[in-house]
């Protein structure tokens, strides 16, 4: 069965600092992997997907996350965080042929001025 | 236009009680998926909907959980003779047909307190 990994369940990190929310999935024929944000008091958001192609992925707001098939990761990356990014960030995977997403535990991601 | 919605926001009951959750998922989406997410086990799914039909109810932890759907559109929840581990949030989404590509949509979740 697929399962997905996140290596830290809390990521503190300064303002303007960078960040990496590490990602790991169980390796299968083919996958297409998500990043959920969940902001407090709010409903689960999509970051950013892969589907195919190009392995580096971009949300509009400055994250980006890599696809590594020999690594089997997915880990999301923003080069200079805001307050505004605290929240709880999901990786999610699902098996081609299937509907349901396969979520990490997630990381939580605390922004300190 | 209108995102998935769910009611109750907030449902507190007794143990041994009968509660339904509602989903109202984003208009013109075929597939309807219901997932729980709780401090022990993560966000983990329930079952999936394509119209009216559930050809993936492998999540469902027990026979006390069921769900339906109508007209293609809304679904019930129902948790039968709740127990305190039944405690969570249960969220919804919706996606345009059901690909494994598609993006799906979640609504707010309903927060189930059992007592």
């Known amino acids: 069965a697929q399962s997905v990994t996140q290596l830290d369940s809390q990521v503190p990190v300064f303002e303007e600092a960078p960040v990496e929310l590490r990602c790991n999935y169980s390796s299968s024929v083919s996958v297409y992997l998500f990043w959920y944000v969940q902001y407090p008091n709010q409903g689960l958001q999509l970051l950013l997907k892969y589907l195919s192609g190009s392995t580096l992925v971009e949300s509009i707001n400055g994250f980006e996350a890599e696809f590594n098939k020999s690594q089997t990761s997915f880990h999301l990356r923003k080069p200079s965080v805001h307050i505004s990014d605290t929240a709880e960030y999901f990786c999610?995977?699902?098996?081609?042929?299937?509907?349901?997403?396969?979520f990490g535990a997630g990381t939580r991601l605390a922004v300190h001025p | 236009g209108a995102g998935v919605s769910q009611s109750p926001s907030n449902k507190v009951t007794e143990k041994g009680k009968d509660v339904e959750l509602r989903c109202d998922p984003i208009?013109?989406?075929?597939?309807l998926y219901w997932y729980r997410q709780s401090l022990g086990q993560g966000l983990e799914f329930l079952i999936y909907f394509q119209g009216n039909s559930a050809p993936d109810k492998s999540g469902l932890p027990s026979d006390r959980f069921s769900a339906e759907r109508t007209g293609g559109s809304v679904s019930t929840l129902t948790i039968q003779r709740t127990q305190q581990e039944d405690s969570a949030v249960y969220l919804c989404?919706?996606?345009?047909?059901?690909?494994?590509?598609?993006?799906?949509?979640f609504g707010p979740g309903t927060r189930l307190l059992v007592l």
């Open positions: 999610a995977v699902i098996s081609g042929g299937y509907n349901k997403l396969i």
């Open positions: 208009s013109g989406h075929t597939a």
């Open positions: 989404a919706s996606s345009l047909e059901g690909a494994s590509q598609e993006t799906q949509y």
